[in-house]
């Protein structure tokens, strides 16, 4: 029993560092070729694709070579490979000189690159996971004819690595630290591969005699129709997880690092499936994903934000992405072979994960102009979710989905006809979705007749007509919802124009209840019909289908949207909004604000947003953009072009370059015939001097190829304002690159607005270090419209070089003449404050000096190309001390229920296990209930704690009940899985499972008590 115990630490651990090492070189490559490349798509779709190729590369040599060479004679030269990088790798390093010219041929250049710096370790680690566990199944140890279970380790290490990196590696490592770490852990990672193998070498004779017989006798070959299954289910987790990463971080909330949220959910439902969970938790996860689909597709349709709460419904997608990966993921571990193809298993999953991945990656910006993949993700997930329960297919289930159908086309026509009536303009709309009605209402008709005649199955009839009824019934609802015959009528009760006579009615006559009882029936009773069709999966999945193509057909009739493109940084959106009685157009990267514009050609050339003249950057351009003493307009640069607003500063024969890595805004803001934004139009127009660099800014400013040898007396950068922060453009090395192109009085202005992170602190360290002169202007006023806050910090050589941002506005913003627009703008039309056109072109007033100097941060080290901490400016950033102590408490109980249940199973009766064994193996159980339980008690105790929180438990008792909830569900699910898990472990009688339950529940209801005491003012 000691050889076992030996035998699976020694192949748990090396899983562990093996995949803990393959997290961790990727984003250490990739911050050490940002600074030479830069961040052009290219770049990145090259790294992606490399490394995706390179996994399923390493793979495939696992299962080749045990394959034709057997596994005792592929273990010696799997030894043999991992020798091959101490000879010329390490410590991993990029060969710049082969990227000296990257005008030609960049992207095998970059191939190169990579091959040679980080290629061969990765594709070598790589090959563990599969290699590893196919050894461990001819070790003669008792669980050797099942070991998937190592794959919980496996992913446990990427999980680690995952939060490690940004947590507590990059924060205190630098990137020469990291190269020389990385290479000592993949010595560590040879010294325990070759322990495995001498434990190979070493198995029973027994064993061996097996082995030679498993090798002489191939396995017997898989059905295409498994493998395929087990493409798609690694590949919608996948691409769900990509998915949801973009969608929240573009159209929920641009917050840094929160990718890590959905990848740690991915890797977790791994560590769940393959660490034997119990059955039943499988089917609750198959019980609950059809219900959270439906939930998030309500809440994406609708635009409703839980609680108005972005967290919230931040949780719902996680939520979703976790039911939606345990059921897909646990399908794959349920249909796991026998160990003689286990390599062929982890092929083909690993070639569904990378195919999600290109899909997402390469596929989906090139097909889709919005985030579109998430949504097909989701019906996908759909349709391989297992049914629920068996379909009926009997003459009343086919007489009940016919009334179903015919109904819902029915009640569709009705709201398209008194849509109609209005004739508001909407007469391509509504005939387009009278088309697509009858059309149903004819295929369903015509179907029928097939069916009752006797040449069509019913079941395929209904398969199609009644998702595609569904359809044209979320057409109809919203069409019909917005008619005057019914809008108004339902608005006026709902506002109380006409008060109930019933009092408890009164209650629901509020706002937020008329928008909500909107969405509810534009997407909620289309939702619920769909649940109606969860017994057959490929029904399901064409339901929400088509309540989706349902949904974006009717989307068509809003007139706001103007412009809509997806490129690689991006889905961009233009709209047209009035504010104030004046029209604007507005440039959109998910929430994030780029820019606007009014639409009133005498408007256009005032500056709005981060970029108005009363804001910092207006007083920076307007006291630096004239002329000097020889009567030359200062040249400027701007990184960053957006809506192209700053060119509105530009005067007659000035220089001013943009440059930009986004060929997106060359079209909507800088070209003549495609804008639509004219800021630069109308400065060439003026005799401005204008031009568009394409590429990354750090790049194309060290080259003269593209920007020439100009001298800047401003450079502007621009490139701030979303989650995606371009740390290689605020390093050490960066403002070298700023200084080299700037004059000897010239300054450099920073726009760091951002609602999530601090960026002046990194700015303070920079000049602090090269002894410059730096002010920060943090503008909350939104005091104007069209205004929006910013924040922008000044840097120069010179103190005297800012003394200008320190007093009063130059005459010619006192006069409002700068640009020739003397115009009278007091008469123009914006609304009640009558001399606000005049405010916005400049006002003759004394401003109070708002430029501070800002302080450094000692405790966040000096950003370089070898160094940066994005957790280090984070604003407000701490961690709940409630789940500090939720999480401690929890792994302290597991160490305690395992050590006191320790005598009560230290007979073989448990699992066959003894000694150590026994013990390890009932503290993994704990802690992976436990990770488990966490997800599913916060899934279910948040919605009803925020019910809680807001009605009588808190406020007369001051309890949490978010915590109420957390502990009782958490405590109540605990005992279940508990009684579950013992209960099916071999030989263990049901006496001493219920007595193993309830002194392990007494341990949990004590962590978790012990947990609300300590936080009971939290």
């Not at 930009?660 to 495609?674: G, N």
């Not at 740390?727 to 000897?744: F, G, I, K, Q």
């Not at 395992?898 to 007979?907: K, Q």
Request: net charge neutral; with cysteine; aromatic share 12%.
């Amino acid at each position: 029993m000691k050889s076992a115990f030996l035998t699976l630490s020694a192949f748990t651990l090396t899983l562990f560092t093996s995949a803990l090492l393959l997290f961790m070189v990727q984003p250490m490559v990739g911050k050490l070729i940002l600074p030479l490349l830069g961040g052009t798509p290219a770049v990145w779709n090259t790294c992606m694709v490399f490394f995706q190729a390179l996994l399923l590369g390493g793979y495939s040599y696992a299962h080749f070579s045990t394959k034709y060479l057997g596994v005792r004679r592929q273990s010696i030269v799997h030894l043999a490979l991992m020798m091959i990088p101490f000879l010329f790798v390490f410590p991993i390093t990029i060969h710049e000189d082969l990227l000296s010219d990257t005008e030609s041929f960049l992207i095998p250049k970059l191939l190169g690159v990579l091959f040679l710096s980080a290629g061969i370790p990765f594709f070598i680690v790589s090959a563990s996971a599969p290699l590893l566990q196919r050894w461990f199944s001819r070790t003669g140890h008792p669980a050797a004819s099942d070991p998937y279970f190592l794959y919980a380790a496996s992913n446990l290490g990427s999980m680690i690595a995952l939060i490690g990196y940004p947590a507590f590696v990059e924060p205190y490592l630098t990137l020469e630290q990291q190269r020389w770490g990385w290479g000592m852990g993949y010595g560590v990672l040879v010294l325990f591969t070759g322990m495995c193998a001498w434990l190979l070498r070493i198995a029973p004779d027994s064993v061996r005699e097996t082995s030679t017989q498993a090798s002489n006798n191939p396995a017997k070959p898989i059905p295409q129709s498994i493998i395929l299954r087990w493409i798609f289910l690694g590949a919608v987790p996948s691409s769900l997880m990509l998915g949801a990463t973009t969608y929240m971080t573009t159209d929920i909330a641009a917050i840094p690092l929160l990718w890590v949220a959905p990848l740690a959910i991915y890797l977790l439902s791994f560590i769940l499936v393959f660490a034997r969970i119990p059955a039943g938790v499988h089917f609750t996860m198959i019980l609950l994903m059809p219900l959270g689909v439906l939930l998030l597709l309500f809440l994406m349709l609708s635009g409703i934000k839980p609680g108005q709460d972005i967290m919230n419904l931040i949780g719902v997608h996680l939520a979703v992405l976790f039911l939606v990966s345990m059921v897909c993921h646990g399908e794959l571990a349920r249909s796991r072979p026998a160990p003689e193809n286990l390599t062929s298993f982890y092929l083909y999953m690993s070639l569904g994960g990378v195919v999600g991945g290109l899909f997402n990656g390469l596929l989906a910006p090139m097909l889709f102009p919005t985030i579109a993949e998430y949504q097909v993700a989701l019906v996908v997930a759909c349709m391989l979710v297992p049914p629920l329960g068996v379909a009926a297919d009997t003459k009343f289930t086919r007489l009940a989905d016919l009334l179903l159908a015919v109904g819902a086309v029915f009640f569709t026509m009705i709201f398209i006809t008194i849509r109609s009536w209005d004739r508001d303009g909407s007469s391509q709309v509504i005939s387009g979705a009278w088309l697509f009605a009858l059309l149903t209402g004819f295929g369903v008709v015509w179907a029928t007749n097939l069916w009752f005649r006797g040449k069509l199955g019913g079941a395929e009839v209904f398969d199609l007509a009644l998702p595609a009824a569904f359809g044209v019934l979320t057409i109809g609802l919203n069409l019909g919802v917005y008619s005057n015959t019914i809008y108004y009528p339902i608005q006026n009760w709902f506002s109380g124009t006409e008060p109930s006579p019933i009092p408890f009615l009164k209650m629901f006559q509020s706002p937020d209840m008329f928008r909500g009882g909107l969405y509810i029936l534009m997407y909620g009773v289309p939702c619920i019909l769909c649940y109606t069709l969860v017994d057959r999966p490929m029904r399901f999945a064409l339901g929400v289908a088509s309540v989706i193509a349902g949904s974006t057909f009717a989307g068509m009739f809003d007139k706001s949207a103007v412009w809509q493109s997806r490129g690689f940084f991006g889905a961009l959106k233009i709209e047209k909004q009035i504010e104030s009685g004046v029209e604007f157009t507005r440039l959109l990267h998910g929430t994030t604000l780029h820019g606007m514009q009014p639409v009133n050609e005498n408007l256009r050339a005032i500056p709005l947003t981060y970029y108005h003249r009363t804001g910092p950057i207006g007083q920076v351009l307007e006291n630096y953009g004239n002329k000097n003493a020889k009567g030359v307009y200062p040249a400027v640069a701007v990184i960053g072009l957006g809506t192209g607003t700053l060119a509105t500063y530009a005067h007659e024969g000035q220089q001013f370059d943009f440059y930009d890595i986004d060929p997106l805004v060359k079209d909507i803001s800088f070209d003549e015939k495609k804008a639509f934004f004219h800021y630069t139009q109308l400065a060439t127009e003026r005799g401005a001097k204008l031009q568009l660099i394409l590429g990354d800014a750090r790049v194309t400013l060290q080259k003269p190829k593209f920007s020439g040898t100009t001298k800047y007396s401003i450079i502007a950068v621009d490139a701030f304002s979303s989650d995606a922060i371009p740390v290689h453009l605020l390093t050490n090395e960066a403002m070298s690159v700023y200084l080299d192109r700037l004059t000897e009085d010239g300054i450099i202005v920073f726009h760091v607005s951002n609602r999530y992170l601090r960026l002046e602190p990194v700015l303070a360290n920079l000049a602090e270090k090269r002894n410059m002169a730096i002010l920060v202007n943090s503008d909350s006023t939104e005091d104007h419209i069209g205004k929006s806050a910013s924040t922008w910090v000044a840097l120069a050589r010179k103190p005297s070089d800012l003394s200008r941002l320190m007093g009063p506005l130059n005459t010619a913003v006192q006069t409002g003449t700068t640009l020739g627009i003397a115009q009278p703008l007091a008469i123009m039309p914006f609304g009640p404050v009558s001399d606000l056109g005049t405010t916005l072109a400049g006002v003759a007033q004394l401003w109070e000096p708002c430029w501070l100097e800002p302080t450094p941060n000692p405790n966040l080290a000096l950003w370089t190309d070898d160094y940066s901490n994005i957790l280090g400016v984070f604003s407000n950033f701490k961690i709940s001390p409630l789940l500090i102590w939720l999480l401690v408490g929890l792994l302290v109980a597991a160490l305690v229920k395992a050590i006191l249940l320790f005598p009560l199973v230290h007979d073989p009766a448990y699992s066959g296990k003894t000694g150590g064994e026994a013990l390890i193996s009932l503290l993994g159980e704990s802690i992976t209930s436990y990770l488990l339980l966490i997800g599913v008690a916060i899934l279910v105790a948040v919605p009803c704690g925020m019910l809680l929180d807001n009605h009588w438990l808190k406020s007369s008792l001051g309890i949490n009940g978010n915590k109420i909830l957390v502990g009782g569900v958490f405590a109540s699910l605990d005992l279940l899985v508990q009684l579950g898990m013992l209960g099916s472990s071999q030989g263990v009688k049901p006496g001493k499972a219920r007595l193993l339950s309830f002194c392990g529940l007494l341990v949990d209801l004590a962590s978790v008590g012990l947990v609300l005491f300590l936080n009971k003012e939290g």
